[in-house]
C-alpha cells in the first residue's frame, strides 16, 4: 500500500517538479528554437510513457500485492500483446527521431550566405579570427605558432594577411546574420558553448570542426568551454556580444589585422597603429558586409 | 505443454566428471581457492572495498560543488582527480567487476548446474589479477602527482599534457597500467564464464532454460571480450604516447607557447577506440542487471516472467545493436556530422528491445501475488530509475536535441540514474536475494527497509533535478560554478540540496555495510529455500553449498525457471530438477 503510494507520488512530483520548479532553459539568442521544440516534443512522449509504466506498476503492487490465499495468474507470453506493444513502441522512437533528423539535416547543412568566423581556443582562453577585405581567411598550422604569431596563421599566405586577429578578447557579432563559427584548437579539445545559443561543437587540434547559427537577438553572453581540457577548464570563459550592424562596425573598426600584428614592432608607436586600424577597419568592414550578403 | 518424464527429453551425460582440485589447507580453501564461489566472494569484497573509496570521493566533489570556495583543499587539480577516479572505479572495478567477476562467478555454476566453472585455475588467476590492476589503481594516489584528472573517459591530448593532473607525472601511466592488467584479468574470467555456460550445464539444461540472470551474464560477458580489447589497444597506444613520445593520438601541438614533439596523430581516433568499448560497457553492466532484476520479479512476485523467449531475445538484441550506436557518444566530437544520421537511428532503434524488457516485468507483475520484499522493493526501485534514465536517453541520443545537452549536467544526471543507480538497485536486490544462499543466514530486515527507502528516495531526489541543471546549461565537469552567467542564486541552492542528499544516501550504504557483517553471524537462519525459488542454486543439499556445488550427482533439470503458480500443482512452485509427474510444466515450447 505504502510503497504503490510512494510510486504515485514519485510521477506526481516528478511532473509538478518539471512544471514548477524555476530551473529551464536560458532564454534563446540563436535561430535553434527548433531544437528547443524538439525537446518539448522529447519531454511529452518520454513523460507520457514515465509516467503510464511507473502508474501501472504502483497499480499492479497495490491490486497484486501478497494477501493470504492468493495465488498468481500463469501465463507464460501473449504473442498479441507483445506485438502490438512492440508497433507502438516503434510509432513513438519514430515519433522522436524524425523530427530530430530533420533539424539535424538543418544542423549541419551551413546556409551559403554564412559569414565565416574562426574561434580559436588554447589552455585556457578564447581569440578569434575573421576574414580581411579578401573575404577568406588565410591558412594556418599550429606549427606556425609563436608569440607573435598566436593562432599559427601561416604567414606566407597571402589570404591570412588581412585577417582580423582577436587575441583573448570579445568577440562581436551582427544580429541578424547567420555565422559559420570555424573551430581550432592548438593545444588539447575544447568545446565553444554558448548555452544561449544551443549550439556547441568540439574543437580539435590538428582539425577544423564547425557549427553555424544565427543570433537572433543583441546582448552580451557567456562562452563556455564544454570539454575537459585540464585543469583550468571551468575558469575559460569568454564573451560573445551580438551588436546592432552600427555597433559591430564600430568593434570591426578597432581590430587589428593580422599583418599589423606581425609588423615589426620598432617600425612605429602604438599610437601610429592604433592610427592605421582605424583607418583600415572601415574597408574590412565594408568588404565583410559584400561577403555576408553573397 | 507435455508432461516431461524423466526418461523424456533428458540427453544422456556425454562426458564423465572431470575430478575437481580438492584444497589442502587454509590458503588453498580461502585464499588461493580454485572454488568459483570463493573466488566470487574475494571479487565481491574487492570491487566493494574500491566502491568505498569511489563513494568517499563522489562525497569529496559534491562538497565542493555544493558549497562552492568552503573547502580550501579541493583545488581544481584534486577536484578533477576526484571525478576521473570516481567515474573510472566505478564503472569498471566496481560495476563491471562485481557483476561479471562476482555475480557471474557466484551463479553461473550453480544455475547451471555445474561444479564449478570449466577452468579452475585461470578462474583464480582471474582474480588475482584484477586485484593487481585495483592496487596499481590504488598505488596512484600515492604516486608524485597524484592519480589522473583527465577525466574517466582519458581524452587525449589533455590526459597526457602537463594541464592535467598527473597528464606528465604518474597518474595516468599507473591507470593506463591498471586498465590493461584489469583486461588481461578480466579475459581469462570471461572465457571462464562463456565456455561454462556453453559446454558446462548439466543434463536437461537447455540454453531456452537458463534463467534470465545467466543470459544476461552470458551475453555481457561475451560483449565485453569483443570490446575490451578496443580500450586495450587504445590504453597501450597511449602509453606509448605518454612514454616513448610516439603520436597515436597526438597532432601537433603548441602547449602554453611551447612546441611539443608530436606531430600527426589523431585524438578522435581515441574517442572511437573508447566508446567503441565504452557503449557496449553500458550494456555489460545493465545486462546482467535486466537478467537479475527478471529473475528478482518473477520469484518475488510468485509468477512466471513474462514473455521469456522475447526477453532472451531482446538481451541477445540489445548486445548486438550495442556495437553500432558508440559515436552517440561523439555528436560534439567534431565527427563528420552525417555519421549524426546513422548513429541516431541505431541508437533509438536499440530503445524498442529495451522497452520491451520494461513490459515485460512490469506485465509479470500484472496478476502477481506481489510479495514486498526487499529483493521486490528494490526490483521494483529499479524499473523506476531505469525507466526515468532510459527515457532520457532518447533526448540525448537524438542526435540534434543532444547538442544544447551534451557536456552538461544533464548528461551526468542520465548517466548516473541509468547505469549507475538503477543497476547499483539490482545489485542491492541481489545480495538481498542471494546472502541468504552465501552464507545461509538472512539480511537484517529492519535495516534493509530503512536502507532501501533512503537509497531508493534519496538517489532520485540527486538525479533527477540535476536534469533540469543541465537543460539550463551548467556544464559538466567544472570544479567551480562561479562567475557563471547562466546560473540563478536557486541554482546554487539546487546544488547544496544534491550535495546534502548525497551524504544522506552515502551514509545509508555504511548502515548497508553494517548489516552485511553483523548477520554473518546474527542473522536469521535462512534454510536452503528461503525465497522458494525454482532455480538450482536453492536446491543444493548444503547451504552454503559445498565445492562441487551439488551432491553426489549432479541435479537433472525438466523445467524452465519460471513454474511459478503452475495451475494444479500443490506447491506455487515448482524447482527445475523436479520431475515432471509433480506437475505440468507450461514452458513456452
Known sequence: MAVALVLVLIVV???????????????????????????????????????????????????????????????????????WLTIVTAVGVTALLVPGLFVWSRFVNVPSDATEVEVVGQQWQWSFRLPGRDGKLGTSDTRDVTADNPLGVIPKDPNGQDDVVVEAADLHLPVGKPVKMLLRSIDVLHDFYVPEFRAKMDMIPGSVTYFWFTPTRTGTFQVLCAELCGQGHPMMHGVVMVDTQQDYMAWLGQQQTFAQLSAPKQTGSADETTGQTAALGPEIAARLETVGSR | MVDITPADGIPPAEVAEVELYHPHGWWTKYVFSQDAKVIAVQYSATATAIGLVALVLSWLMRLQLGFPGTFDFITPEAYYQFITMHGMIMVIYLLTALFLGGFGNYLIPLMVGARDMVFPYVNMLSYWIYLLAVLVLVSSFFAPGGPTGAGWTLYPPQAIMSGTPGGQDWGIILMLSSLILFIIGFTMGGLNYVVTVLQGRTRGMTMMRLPLTVWGIFTATVMALLAF????????????????????????????????????????????????????????????????????????????????????????????????????????????????????????????????????????????????????????????????????????????????????????????????????????????????????????????????????????????????????????????????????????????????????????????????????RHGREAGGNPWRATTLEWQTPQTPPAHGNFGKDLPIVYRWAYDYSVPGAKEDFIPQNMPGSFGPSREPA
Open chain 2, 229 to 520: 580489447p578496443a580500450l586495450f589497444v587504445a590504453s597501450v597506444m597511449m602509453l606509448l604516447d605518454r612514454v616513448l613520445g610516439t603520436s597515436f593520438f597526438m597532432p601537433a601541438i603548441s602547449e602554453m607557447g611551447e612546441q611539443l614533439q608530436h606531430n600527426g596523430g589523431s585524438p578522435i581516433l581515441f574517442q572511437h577506440l573508447f566508446w567503441f568499448f565504452g557503449h557496449p560497457e553500458v550494456y555489460i553492466v545493465a545486462l546482467p542487471a535486466f537478467g537479475i532484476v527478471s529473475d528478482l520479479i518473477s520469484t518475488h512476485a510468485r509468477k512466471n516472467i513474462f514473455g521469456y523467449r522475447m526477453m532472451v531475445w531482446a538481451i541477445v538484441g540489445i548486445g548486438a545493436l550495442s556495437f553500432v550506436v558508440w559515436a552517440h557518444h561523439m555528436y560534439v566530437s567534431g565527427m563528420h556530422p552525417y555519421f549524426g544520421f546513422f548513429f541516431a537511428t541505431t541508437t533509438l532503434i536499440i530503445a524498442i528491445p529495451t522497452a520491451i524488457k520494461v513490459y515485460n516485468w512490469v506485465l509479470t507483475l500484472w496478476r502477481g501475488d506481489i510479495h514486498l520484499t526487499i529483493p521486490m522493493l528494490f526490483a521494483l526501485a529499479f524499473i523506476v530509475t531505469f525507466v526515468n534514465g532510459g527515457l532520457t536517453g532518447l533526448f540525448l541520443g537524438n542526435v540534434v536535441v543532444d547538442v544544447p545537452l551534451s557536456d552538461t549536467m544533464f548528461v551526468v544526471a542520465h548517466f548516473h540514474m541509468v547505469m549507475g543507480v538503477a543497476p547499483i538497485l539490482v545489485v542491492f536486490g541481489a545480495i538481498y536475494h542471494w546472502y541468504p544462499k552465501v552464507t545461509g543466514r538472512m539480511l537484517d530486515e529492519t535495516l534493509g527497509r530503512f536502507h532501501f527507502w533512503v537509497t531508493f528516495l534519496g538517489a532520485y531526489l540527486i538525479f533527477f533535478p540535476m536534469h533540469y541543471l543541465g537543460l539550463m546549461g551548467v556544464p559538466r565537469r567544472y570544479a567551480e560554478l562561479t562567475d557563471m552567467t547562466i546560473m540563478t542564486e536557486s541554482a546554487h541552492h539546487l546544488n547544496s540540496f544534491i550535495s546534502i542528499m548525497a551524504f544522506i544516501v552515502g551514509f545509508a550504504q555504511m548502515v548497508f555495510l553494517f548489516n552485511l557483517i553483523w548477520s554473518i
Open chain 1, 13 to 83: 512530483g516528478s511532473v509538478l517538479f518539471h512544471l514548477l520548479s524555476p530551473w529551464w532553459w536560458t532564454p534563446i539568442a540563436s535561430n535553434w528554437a527548433y531544437i528547443d521544440n524538439t525537446i518539448i516534443i522529447t519531454f511529452w512522449i518520454t513523460g507520457v510513457v514515465f509516467a503510464a509504466v511507473v502508474l501501472f506498476m504502483a497499480y499492479c503492487v497495490f491490486r497484486f500485492r501478497h494477501r493470504e490465499g492468493n495465488r498468481a495468474a500463469y501465463e507464460p507470453e501473449n504473442k498479441r500483446l507483445e506485438s
